[in-house]
């Protein structure tokens, strides 16, 4: 057995890694650059080598590197994660010739399959269903143009040593397959070290499913069910859960035999993914073999029983898997919710910062039978940086199968309450935009295909509007708030005797551009609030000054409701929907409809930086007349380009930025005329 690894990678996975070594009784070692040197897997492993600057181009993917910590500490095993080197051949057969175990897939499988050009091929010859598409190298945009107008729009600019979503563009004419063609290709470069560009059909309409593998050095190669990864958004998944909704019996095993069948024909072992694209009619085209393992694993954990990190690490150590096909039973329904450091109000632009408040929800079983789990690699008051990924978190969720509501919707509601109960402030994030899915009535349908975001959210996430049921809950929450704080400010000392305020019943709760009447009347045992419609409910909460989070009972729901006092307004946050509400007494209300609005400052003859990050190009110059959709300057942030476009015909009037600047979020780019 394996003695010591070490883990060449950083943050959740590295974290996740450490965790069954530990169970297993394997001592561990964590590399790390200068931006992570107070970070999570630096302190969990039992050793920990600094391996360069905080660029993954100079410290995590540098072989050399790694090479040095492994001599350094004496390790015998690499577990290589996701990402960095998880799929370079060339740092396998480096391994290979240390003699040090590669917690992972032969040499062959991973350049036969890391390669999608070459997976593609031999897919093809296995006689497994393939996207069409030009597997061969492409030289140029205007090749790229040919190619694609040839295959047939829409279709699909990717990296040949691609993952994560990164260098991959949809192009549906000749100017996006241009653009897109060099857009891939730069950020291929950057995240890979490799630009090689390929162009497939864009199959619309269409599923990403995915089938989790695992094989042993012996000749067993198992399929362990599938994933759903349709939501997605800019290629980076989102949300996943096992099984999925849409497929049967029949085509899930059809699937999992030919992702057994093209493992066995690259003598394939360890964990690994083969994913496919399906269309309506469960038709399923081979996309791609990731061979390592991926970011949704937890999943296929939670509704198999299997240690996916133990098996890897038992079949680097040479033995069988202990168990056949046979054994394989799916349990139940797991969710994994994405959390990433972006901010969903701002087109879902990368953030960065100090995490000033983290605190996930408690992980474990739970009262109604439903398991929370969490991976992570961050901690309270730590930093997320602007070099690397900007996952922060994935929240999952599983629910057992039982004879009352569907497992899938028992876990997508335990999902909804796990997410109330995050609590992320220092940056910006994805919460609200994920309770938002899980609200969603075509995602609860499971009626869902990788445009789901861009279908249902057209115009970007701008918050969700309460419904009328959510509104009466939300104005019992901040009454019971405001009714603590007016309590509490009540019994100060030092006040005349027989003057204490008496705190009167009747309220009126703005917020959202809606008005409620609220009569509450308290007891021990809680409170009865009434409202102008003639709606009457019990609620109750835990909340007291100076706590962020609290449970409520409103009307026989269970509310986990973030909570901020900012001023005279309680900031309220729940299911994605996020107030601020103002309790005022009668009289105040009244007076408060003739205070006038305040409103915010006029940038739209500005271009502003939506994230932080460098600037890379500005394609424009003073005096120049633009269009609208015009490319205008390009910023780079966590690994990802991101072009910024005009929104309107315009004169530049000033270029106030140059290229190579690191800008923050709203700093000042281009003002025009």
């Given at each position: 057995m394996i003695q010591k690894i070490l883990i060449a990678n950083r943050g959740e996975i590295a974290c996740r890694v450490i965790k069954t070594a530990r169970k297993m009784g394997i001592a561990t070692v964590a590399v790390y650059s200068d931006a992570d040197a107070d970070a999570l897997h630096v302190k969990m492993a039992d050793e920990a080598v600094h391996i360069g600057p905080s660029p993954s181009s100079q410290s995590y993917i540098v072989i050399d590197k790694i090479l040095e910590a492994i001599k350094k500490t004496g390790a015998d095993a690499v577990h290589p994660g996701y990402g960095f080197l998880s799929e370079n051949a060339m740092f396998a057969q480096a391994l290979e010739k240390a003699g040090v175990a590669f917690i992972g897939p032969p040499v062959g499988a991973i350049q036969?399959?890391?390669?999608?050009?070459?997976?593609?091929?031999?897919?093809?010859?296995?006689?497994?269903?393939?996207?069409?598409?030009?597997?061969?190298?492409?030289?140029?945009?205007?090749?790229?143009?040919?190619?694609?107008?040839?295959?047939?729009?829409?279709?699909?600019?990717?990296?040949?040593?691609?993952?994560?979503?990164?260098?991959?563009?949809?192009?549906?004419?000749?100017?996006?397959?241009?653009?897109?063609?060099?857009?891939?290709?730069?950020?291929?470069?950057?995240?890979?070290?490799?630009?090689?560009?390929?162009?497939?059909?864009?199959?619309?309409?269409?599923?990403?499913?995915?089938?989790?593998?695992?094989?042993?050095?012996?000749?067993?190669?198992?399929?362990?069910?599938?994933?759903?990864?349709s939501i997605q958004r800019r290629n980076q998944k989102v949300i996943e859960e096992a099984p999925s909704p849409f497929l049967d019996e029949a085509t899930r095993r059809a699937m999992g035999e030919q992702a057994v069948a093209l493992s066995k024909a690259v003598g394939y072992h360890s964990a690994g993914t083969v994913e496919f694209i399906v269309d309506g009619e469960r038709n399923f085209y081979f996309l791609e073999m990731n061979t390592r393992l991926q970011v949704e694993h937890p999943v296929t954990e939670l509704i198999?029983?299997?240690?996916?990190?133990?098996?890897?690490?038992?079949?680097?150590?040479?033995?069988?898997?202990?168990?056949?096909?046979?054994?394989?039973?799916?349990?139940?329904?797991?969710?994994?919710?994405?959390?990433?450091?972006?901010?969903?109000?701002?087109?879902?632009?990368?953030?960065?910062?100090?995490?000033?408040?983290?605190?996930?929800?408690?992980?474990?079983?739970?009262?109604?039978?439903?398991?929370?789990?969490?991976?992570?690699?961050?901690?309270?008051?730590?930093?997320?940086?602007?070099?690397?990924?900007?996952?922060?978190?994935?929240?999952?969720?599983?629910?057992?199968?039982?004879?009352?509501?569907?497992?899938?919707?028992?876990?997508?509601?335990?999902?909804?309450?796990?997410?109330?109960?995050?609590?992320?402030?220092?940056?910006?994030?994805?919460l609200p935009f994920l309770s938002a899915v899980m609200q969603h009535e075509r995602f609860r349908s499971g009626n869902i295909t990788t445009a789901f975001i861009a279908e249902e959210f057209p115009d970007g996430f701008h918050g969700v509007e309460p419904d009328p049921a959510s509104a009466r809950k939300l104005a019992a929450v901040a009454t019971l708030v405001h009714q603590v704080l007016q309590d509490r400010a009540v019994q100060i000392s030092g006040t005349i005797g027989?003057?204490?305020?008496?705190?009167?019943?009747?309220?009126?709760?703005?917020?959202?551009?809606?008005?409620?009447?609220?009569?509450?009347?308290?007891?021990?045992?809680?409170?009865?609030?009434?409202?102008?419609?003639?709606?009457?409910?019990?609620?109750?909460?835990?909340w007291t000054p100076g706590r962020s989070h609290a449970t409520f009972?409103?009307?026989?729901?269970?509310?986990?409701?973030?909570?901020?006092?900012?001023?005279?307004?309680?900031?309220?946050?729940?299911?994605?929907?996020?107030?601020?509400?103002?309790?005022?007494?009668?009289?105040?209300?009244?007076?408060?409809?003739?205070?006038?609005?305040?409103?915010?400052?006029?940038?739209?003859?500005?271009?502003?930086?939506?994230?932080?990050g460098v600037i890379t190009t500005i394609t424009v110059v003073q005096g120049e007349t633009v269009e609208a959709g015009q490319a205008l300057a390009t910023v780079e942030a966590?690994?990802?380009?991101?072009?910024?476009?005009?929104?309107?015909?315009?004169?530049?009037?000033?270029?106030a930025a140059a290229v190579g600047a690191s800008l923050a979020v709203d700093e000042l780019i281009l003002e025009f005329e």
């Amino acid at each position: 057995m394996i003695q010591k690894i070490l883990i060449a990678n950083r943050g959740e996975i590295a974290c996740r890694v450490i965790k069954t070594a530990r169970k297993m009784g394997i001592a561990t070692v964590a590399v790390y650059s200068d931006a992570d040197a107070d970070a999570l897997h630096v302190k969990m492993a039992d050793e920990a080598v600094h391996i360069g600057p905080s660029p993954s181009s100079q410290s995590y993917i540098v072989i050399d590197k790694i090479l040095e910590a492994i001599k350094k500490t004496g390790a015998d095993a690499v577990h290589p994660g996701y990402g960095f080197l998880s799929e370079n051949a060339m740092f396998a057969q480096a391994l290979e010739k240390a003699g040090v175990a590669f917690i992972g897939p032969p040499v062959g499988a991973i350049q036969a399959m890391g390669d999608k050009i070459t997976s593609k091929k031999l897919a093809a010859e296995a006689g497994v269903s393939t996207v069409p598409g030009h597997m061969g190298l492409i030289a140029d945009a205007e090749e790229a143009v040919t190619i694609s107008a040839s295959i047939g729009y829409p279709v699909m600019i990717k990296a040949s040593a691609g993952g994560g979503g990164k260098g991959m563009r949809i192009a549906w004419n000749d100017a996006e397959a241009r653009e897109g063609f060099q857009s891939s290709k730069n950020e291929a470069k950057a995240s890979f070290g490799d630009d090689r560009i390929f162009i497939e059909k864009f199959v619309t309409q269409p599923r990403h499913i995915e089938i989790q593998v695992l094989g042993d050095k012996h000749g067993t190669v198992l399929y362990l069910g599938e994933r759903e990864c349709s939501i997605q958004r800019r290629n980076q998944k989102v949300i996943e859960e096992a099984p999925s909704p849409f497929l049967d019996e029949a085509t899930r095993r059809a699937m999992g035999e030919q992702a057994v069948a093209l493992s066995k024909a690259v003598g394939y072992h360890s964990a690994g993914t083969v994913e496919f694209i399906v269309d309506g009619e469960r038709n399923f085209y081979f996309l791609e073999m990731n061979t390592r393992l991926q970011v949704e694993h937890p999943v296929t954990e939670l509704i198999t029983g299997v240690d996916l990190v133990e098996q890897m690490i038992r079949v680097a150590s040479g033995e069988k898997l202990a168990f056949g096909q046979d054994e394989i039973k799916l349990n139940g329904w797991a969710i994994e919710s994405r959390l990433y450091a972006e901010d969903p109000y701002r087109s879902f632009l990368p953030s960065i910062g100090r995490l000033t408040r983290y605190r996930p929800p408690v992980e474990g079983k739970t009262a109604d039978g439903t398991i929370v789990r969490n991976d992570t690699g961050v901690f309270e008051g730590g930093e997320i940086s602007m070099y690397y990924d900007p996952m922060v978190a994935k929240l999952c969720t599983w629910a057992p199968e039982n004879d009352g509501s569907p497992a899938r919707l028992t876990a997508i509601d335990a999902m909804s309450a796990a997410l109330d109960d995050f609590e992320v402030e220092g940056i910006g994030h994805n919460l609200p935009f994920l309770s938002a899915v899980m609200q969603h009535e075509r995602f609860r349908s499971g009626n869902i295909t990788t445009a789901f975001i861009a279908e249902e959210f057209p115009d970007g996430f701008h918050g969700v509007e309460p419904d009328p049921a959510s509104a009466r809950k939300l104005a019992a929450v901040a009454t019971l708030v405001h009714q603590v704080l007016q309590d509490r400010a009540v019994q100060i000392s030092g006040t005349i005797g027989n003057h204490r305020r008496v705190i009167g019943k009747d309220w009126v709760v703005t917020f959202a551009g809606q008005e409620h009447a609220v009569t509450l009347d308290t007891s021990p045992g809680g409170a009865t609030v009434r409202l102008a419609d003639g709606s009457v409910f019990t609620a109750a909460g835990d909340w007291t000054p100076g706590r962020s989070h609290a449970t409520f009972d409103v009307d026989g729901t269970a509310m986990g409701v973030k909570i901020d006092l900012s001023g005279t307004a309680i900031r309220l946050r729940w299911r994605g929907i996020d107030i601020a509400a103002h309790v005022r007494s009668p009289r105040i209300a009244e007076l408060a409809r003739l205070m006038p609005k305040k409103l915010p400052p006029d940038t739209s003859k500005m271009l502003l930086c939506p994230m932080p990050g460098v600037i890379t190009t500005i394609t424009v110059v003073q005096g120049e007349t633009v269009e609208a959709g015009q490319a205008l300057a390009t910023v780079e942030a966590m690994k990802m380009e991101n072009i910024l476009r005009a929104e309107r015909r315009g004169v530049v009037k000033r270029v106030a930025a140059a290229v190579g600047a690191s800008l923050a979020v709203d700093e000042l780019i281009l003002e025009f005329e």
